[in-house]
C-alpha cells in the first residue's frame, strides 16, 4: 500500500523559511518522479515543483529561485525547501506523484502552509 505523509507545514512570516518533508512507503521516491502541489482557498490545485527519477527539476515561476525540492534516498523522503515566504504561498501543500496505470497518482493528505505579512 503506498503512503504519502507531509508535515513541517505551520505558520511563518513573510520572508522566512519552512521545509515540507514527504515521507513515502509503498514506493520507492528514487525511481520516480515526485511533485509537490498547492492550493490555495478558492484557488485551483497547482503545481509547484518536480523532481524527476533522474534528479532533474523544475518550478512554477511563482516560486522559482525560492523553492527548492530535493530528496533524500536513504530516507525514501522527498523535500520542499521554502524561503523567502510570501503571503500568497499560504496554501495546503500536497506531495504526489503520478503513475503510468491505474490509479495514475498518489496524494498525500496535505500539510497547511500559513504566511503572514
Known amino acids: 500500500q503506498v503512503q504519502l505523509v507531509e508535515s513541517g507545514g505551520g505558520l511563518a512570516q513573510a520572508g522566512g523559511s519552512l521545509r515540507l518533508s514527504c515521507a513515502a512507503s509503498?514506493?520507492?521516491?528514487?525511481?520516480?518522479?515526485m511533485d509537490w502541489y498547492r492550493q490555495a482557498p478558492g484557488k485551483q490545485r497547482e503545481l509547484v515543483a518536480t523532481?524527476?527519477?533522474?534528479?532533474?527539476?523544475n518550478y512554477a515561476d511563482s516560486v522559482k529561485g525560492r523553492f527548492t525540492i530535493s530528496r533524500d534516498n536513504a530516507k525514501n523522503t522527498v523535500y520542499l525547501q521554502m524561503s523567502s515566504l510570501k503571503p500568497e504561498d499560504t496554501a495546503i501543500y500536497y506531495c504526489?506523484?503520478?503513475?503510468?496505470?491505474?490509479?495514475?497518482?498518489?496524494w498525500g493528505q496535505g500539510t497547511q502552509v500559513t504566511v503572514s505579512s
Open positions: 504526489h506523484t503520478p503513475l503510468r496505470t491505474w490509479p495514475y497518482d498518489y
Open positions: 509503498g514506493i520507492t521516491v528514487s525511481i520516480k518522479t
Open positions: 523532481i524527476t527519477s533522474a534528479g532533474f527539476t
